[in-house]
C-alpha cells in the first residue's frame, strides 16, 4: 500500500537528515529504500533529499519563485470564470419575481417551458448566450444565485407568543394517541393579534378555537393577552358552540399556561393538553 502525501513529508524529512549524514554507499542504500517507499523516480527522490529543506527557485505560472523544498505549498483559488454570470442571474431573478418567487425546482421546468414565450412577448431581453444557459441551468444553480435574494424577502418573526413557564409540568404535552380527534368537543385554541405590523402599544386579539373532529370554528375578539379575558373568551364558546367542550389544546403561551386556565379546566371536566415547545404539529 502506497504512503499517503503526509506520510511521504514525515519519510522525507527523516530520511533528508540520514542521507545528507551518510557516506557515499549509505547514501545509496539510503536512495534505493526511498524510491521503494515513495515510488518516485529516481532522480526527483535524489534531488529531494539533497535539497530537503533548502531554498531553491521554481517556476510558477512562467514566473520564477523561491521556495523551500518539503514546505507544503500555498493552495491557490483557482481563476476560473462564472459560467452563470449577472446577466443570467438578473434573469432568473426576473422570471422568479413574475412567477411569485418558485423554488428551484419548480423554476427550472417552468424556464424550459416557457422562455420563448417570454422573449416573443418581450417580457425578458436576453441574449442568444443567456438563454442557451438558461436552458441548461439546474434547481441547484437557481437556488444558489437567488440565495441573497430570498434573504432579502425573509420576514423576521412577529409572534406575540410568550412562553409560560408556570404549571407546565401540570399540564400535560399532547400527543396524537392521547386525544380521541374523531370524537367532536376537542378544540385547538390560538391567539392572533392585530397589531397592523407594529406591535407596540394596546390591540386587539382574536381566540381561535377549532374543533379538530368536525372543523367547527369559534371566534372571540379580545382585549387584550390578559388571562380574565382568555377565560372569558373560552366560558363563552364553551356555553354557545354547538358541540360540547371536552378538551382544549393550545400552544405554550402565557395567556394559556397558567393557573386562572387550568382551575377553569378542571371546574368544568375539560382535558388541557399543550404542544411541544417550539414545534408545529398539524390537526390529522
Not at 49 to 62: H, S
Not at 123 to 134: D, F, G, S, W, Y
Amino acid at each position: 500500500m502506497r504512503l499517503t502525501m503526509s506520510e511521504r513529508r514525515v519519510f522525507s524529512r527523516e530520511a533528508a537528515v540520514r542521507y545528507r549524514q551518510a557516506t557515499k554507499k549509505g547514501r545509496s542504500e539510503i536512495l534505493d529504500e526511498f524510491v521503494r517507499q515513495t515510488h518516485f523516480k529516481r532522480k526527483y527522490a535524489s534531488w529531494l533529499l539533497r535539497n530537503w529543506g533548502r531554498r531553491v527557485f521554481a517556476w510558477v505560472d512562467g514566473q520564477p519563485i523561491r521556495i523551500v523544498v518539503g514546505a507544503p505549498r500555498i493552495k491557490r483559488p483557482r481563476k476560473r470564470p462564472r459560467f452563470y454570470d449577472g446577466a443570467v442571474f438578473e434573469a432568473v431573478k426576473l422570471i422568479w419575481y413574475l412567477f411569485d418567487f418558485m423554488c428551484g425546482k419548480r423554476l427550472v421546468v417552468l424556464i424550459r417551458d416557457i422562455l420563448e414565450e417570454l422573449i416573443s412577448s418581450k417580457e425578458l431581453k436576453v441574449t442568444a448566450e443567456v438563454k442557451k444557459k438558461l436552458l441548461r441551468i439546474s434547481a441547484a444553480t437557481v437556488d444558489r444565485l437567488l440565495r441573497n435574494e430570498k434573504r432579502k424577502l425573509t420576514l423576521k418573526s412577529r409572534s406575540h407568543t410568550k412562553p409560560g413557564t408556570l404549571l407546565k409540568h401540570q399540564i400535560p404535552i399532547r400527543t396524537f394517541s392521547e386525544w380521541e380527534e374523531r370524537r367532536p368537543g376537542f378544540f385547538e385554541i390560538d391567539l392572533v393579534g392585530h397589531d397592523g405590523g407594529n406591535s407596540e402599544g394596546e390591540y386587539a386579539y382574536t381566540l381561535t378555537a377549532t374543533d379538530v373532529d368536525s372543523a367547527w370554528t369559534e371566534l372571540k375578539i379580545l382585549r387584550n393577552r390578559a388571562q380574565k379575558w382568555t377565560v372569558e373568551a373560552l366560558e363563552n364558546i364553551r356555553e354557545t358552540a354547538p358541540i360540547t367542550m371536552l378538551g382544549i389544546d393550545s400552544d405554550n403561551g402565557s395567556e394559556f399556561i397558567n393557573d386562572h386556565l387550568l382551575r377553569w379546566c378542571n371546574s368544568n371536566h375539560i382535558n388541557f393538553t399543550r404542544g411541544r415547545p417550539h414545534r408545529t404539529e398539524g390537526l390529522s
